[in-house]
């Protein structure tokens, strides 16, 4: 028997995801789906509120089934149904709301957790590893940890918001009944602000976060220099952590490299684990940009592997300027509807305006070359990059590998990343080929001139 609103909670979030997978379609499932909960079960009933009438139309009509199925599966009850909105209720439930966010009438009224942001979406790599295990240990084990704090630290865009937040919703689906903050220091600043300035009277500050049992701070730079909120913070840091409670902050610096903090809280946030997040390498980067075609609807093969390895190599100092990249190419591409294949002279046309003012085709480095032999050979990039082996495209291949290699001074192994993931060893007998062919083979040596002429603009 399903009663209490932890059982109910945790019924409708497991539902949820099965749901989602399916119907299939992401768009479908945000939009319709988003912020509903179960209010009521009784008499075989469940009454499912909503975010809006055409939700409740449209789960009604159409998504019924597999709604009643996936709870069926899960309860072995066959349940009817009832789709309302909340304004609807007679008598709404005390406690609803988003489960395990903060909900109060003075502090963080805006604070949320992204649901898009998890574990299970977070792409990881050499550059992020001990960081994403720090995050999921924590995650696992809140407030029971040798992470008190869990600090994370990286350069802007590489993922320590995303960290944080996964560490939150993994929580959250865990322990229903938990009160999980998310905030910046920009937030706490402000809040702190008009606490301070008597406009936040219904409770004091500290007491509101005794409610709290995991506090994610996003950001804590912002704090600097601000002596009065540093002030507040530490007094409520020492209480959460006095109380178990799992704290984790992210910074763009590690502690000690932190300006304009007091010492005891530079302390303090070096006793936990600090952990940091490097510069993605570009493989990591072509399975980001893979994973987030394939979730926004496209298929990854039609990108040629070009296109993808370009944008890794231009965005890879920060994965939401890869990303946004990306989305750019994808505007594009419905925009212009395009159906093909996206190759590299698509994907040129989508981002010139990210590059500045000089033409992307001075800037292409490995990919240029790439481009430029394919297109000797009459070939496509992909076809120059892929694994057909004939003897035409082998030999344009390692012309490229070499030309990369002694234009560029790039590894063998980033070359044979590029090349669909041959070894250094491959890579490094294509490039002795080339360079034992010309010292006997003119046709070669020609087609080599010509080639660095077209390279050099000439």
């Known amino acids: 028997?399903?009663?209490?609103?932890?059982?109910?909670?945790?019924?409708?979030?497991?539902?949820?995801?099965?749901?989602?997978?399916?119907?299939?379609?992401?768009?479908?499932?945000?939009?319709?789906?988003?912020?509903?909960?179960?209010?009521?079960?009784?008499?075989?009933?469940?009454?499912?509120?909503?975010?809006?009438?055409?939700?409740?139309?449209?789960?009604?009509?159409?998504?019924?089934?597999?709604?009643?199925?996936?709870?069926?599966?899960?309860?072995?009850?066959?349940?009817?149904?009832?789709?309302?909105?909340?304004?609807?209720?007679?008598?709404?439930?005390?406690?609803?709301?988003?489960?395990?966010?903060?909900?109060?009438?003075?502090?963080?009224?805006?604070?949320?957790?992204?649901?898009?942001?998890?574990?299970?979406?977070?792409?990881?790599?050499?550059?992020?590893?001990?960081?994403?295990?720090?995050?999921?240990?924590?995650?696992?084990?809140?407030?029971?940890?040798?992470?008190?704090?869990?600090?994370?630290?990286?350069?802007?865009?590489?993922?320590?918001?995303?960290?944080?937040?996964?560490?939150?919703?993994?929580?959250?689906?865990?322990?229903?009944?938990?009160?999980?903050?998310?905030?910046?220091?920009?937030?706490?600043?402000?809040?702190?602000?008009?606490?301070?300035?008597?406009?936040?009277?219904?409770?004091?500050?500290?007491?509101?976060?005794?409610?709290?049992?995991?506090?994610?701070i996003d950001d804590v730079q912002l704090m600097a220099n601000k002596t009065a909120t540093q002030e507040m913070f530490f007094a409520i840091y020492n209480k959460l952590i006095a109380s178990n409670k799992q704290v984790v902050i992210t910074s763009d610096k590690q502690p000690a490299e932190l300006a304009g903090l007091e010492d005891r809280l530079v302390t303090r946030f070096s006793k936990g684990l600090t952990v940091s997040i490097n510069e993605p390498d570009q493989e990591t980067c072509v399975r980001i940009l893979r994973k987030k075609i394939s979730s926004s609807g496209f298929d990854p093969d039609r990108f040629d592997d070009s296109v993808l390895y370009f944008f890794a190599e231009k965005f890879s100092k920060d994965i939401r300027e890869l990303e946004g990249a990306l989305n750019k190419l994808m505007f594009y591409i419905i925009t212009n509807k395009e159906s093909g294949r996206i190759t590299m002279d698509v994907a040129i046309d989508a981002i010139q305006s990210l590059v500045g003012g000089k033409s992307i085709s001075t800037q292409l480095s490995e990919q240029k070359i790439i481009n430029v032999v394919a297109d000797y050979y009459n070939l496509t990039s992909s076809q120059l990059t892929g694994k057909i082996r004939t003897g035409q495209i082998a030999l344009a291949r390692h012309i490229a590998m070499y030309l990369i290699r002694y234009k560029l001074d790039v590894s063998l192994k980033k070359i044979g990343d590029m090349f669909g993931g041959k070894d250094h060893t491959t890579v490094m007998s294509a490039i002795s080929k080339v360079e034992k062919e010309l010292k006997t083979n003119e046709t070669l040596k020609t087609a080599v001139e010509e080639l660095e002429k077209r390279l050099s603009g000439q």
């Open 1 to 216: 028997m399903i009663g209490t609103l932890s059982e109910i909670t945790q019924l409708w979030d497991r539902a949820l995801i099965k749901i989602e997978e399916r119907l299939g379609e992401k768009q479908i499932f945000d939009s319709f789906f988003n912020n509903s909960y179960i209010n009521e079960i009784t008499n075989n009933e469940i009454v499912v509120v909503v975010n809006s009438n055409l939700a409740s139309r449209l789960i009604s009509s159409k998504y019924n089934d597999i709604v009643a199925d996936v709870i069926k599966e899960l309860t072995g009850t066959n349940y009817r149904f009832k789709y309302v909105m909340a304004t609807e209720l007679k008598q709404p439930r005390a406690d609803v709301g988003t489960p395990n966010i903060v909900q109060s009438q003075t502090y963080f009224k805006d604070s949320s957790l992204n649901k898009n942001l998890t574990f299970d979406n977070f792409i990881v790599g050499d550059f992020n590893r001990e960081a994403s295990q720090a995050a999921l240990y924590v995650a696992t084990n809140p407030g029971k940890t040798f992470a008190q704090p869990l600090f994370i630290y990286s350069n802007s865009g590489l993922g320590k918001t995303h960290l944080l937040q996964a560490i939150g919703n993994y929580i959250a689906r865990e322990k229903p009944l938990w009160k999980i903050l998310y905030i910046s220091a920009s937030d706490f600043v402000e809040e702190f602000v008009k606490y301070a300035r008597g406009s936040q009277e219904a409770e004091s500050m500290k007491d509101f976060f005794t409610t709290i049992d995991v506090l994610l």
